[in-house]
């Protein structure tokens, strides 16, 4: 069975810092798919970014990047710079991408940036 | 620019209505999915569908159903809406296979039921 565990129901950083949302999961599925979404009090779900199981390299996109570790089974993301717009809910997700393809959800980090 | 709707952004529904959730999708693809998001619970799956016609239960499927019979479509039926049921809910779609990198998600609809 898939897991997904975000063991940090609240976090704070300074403005212009770097902060690190941890995120571990389980699965038996050869090949799957890791998320992280964005969700601010508008309760619209951004996505920002993705990385592949198989994926050589670390997924950037702008101040976002994900830690993915495999064998620790971990996909920690990483905010550098941090601003105060960054303030919001922050979702791991994992989908295998073989069969169903289902995607199950952590259950969130809400991240306050402090100015 | 993708798009994926929900019929509704707030609902309030009597205790023993039958409710539909819809959920439409533009971008032809295979899954789709129902989300119910509490406080401290994150995303908890209901349903989902990788095919028109096809479904398989979630998580928490319990006094819920669900209809897709066509692609693009897929509702979320309360047969008896409790108050329990009183959340948000988010429909989400994803592409199949290898190419599923992205999940877009409709903008929620909140449900209260009274």
């Known amino acids: 069975a898939q897991k997904i565990t975000q063991t940090q129901p609240g976090m704070f950083v300074q403005e212009k810092e770097a902060v690190t949302l941890d995120c571990t999961y389980d699965?038996?599925?050869?090949?799957?798919?890791l998320f992280w979404y964005k969700q601010p009090s508008s309760g619209e779900m951004i996505f920002l970014i993705y990385q592949g199981s198989y994926d050589q390299q670390n997924a950037t996109e702008g101040r976002y990047s994900l830690n993915f570790q495999k064998a620790r089974k971990s996909a920690n993301l990483v905010i550098s710079a941090s601003q105060l717009g960054d303030s919001a809910m922050y979702f791991c997700?994992?989908?295998?991408?073989?069969?169903?393809?289902?995607?199950?959800f952590g259950t969130g980090t809400r991240l306050t940036v402090i100015p | 620019d993708v798009k994926v709707t929900q019929s509704s952004r707030y609902l309030v529904k009597r205790t023993g209505e039958k409710v539909f959730l819809e959920c439409v999708q533009d971008?032809?693809?295979?899954?789709m999915f129902w989300y119910r998001q509490d406080p401290g619970l994150g995303l908890r799956l209901i349903y989902f569908s990788y095919d028109v016609k096809m479904k398989e239960k979630g998580d928490i499927p319990e006094g819920y159903s669900v209809s897709r019979e066509k692609k693009e479509r897929f509702s979320l039926i309360l047969e008896s809406a409790s108050t329990n049921q009183t959340s948000m809910y988010l429909c989400?779609?994803?592409?199949?296979?290898?190419?599923?990198?992205?999940?877009?998600f409709g903008q929620g609809t909140r449900l209260t039921v009274v």
């Open positions: 997700a994992m989908s295998p991408q073989t069969g169903a393809n289902n995607l199950f």
């Open positions: 971008m032809d693809h295979e899954n």
């Open positions: 699965t038996s599925d050869p090949s799957y798919g």
């Open positions: 989400a779609t994803t592409t199949g296979g290898s190419g599923n990198t992205e999940a877009f």
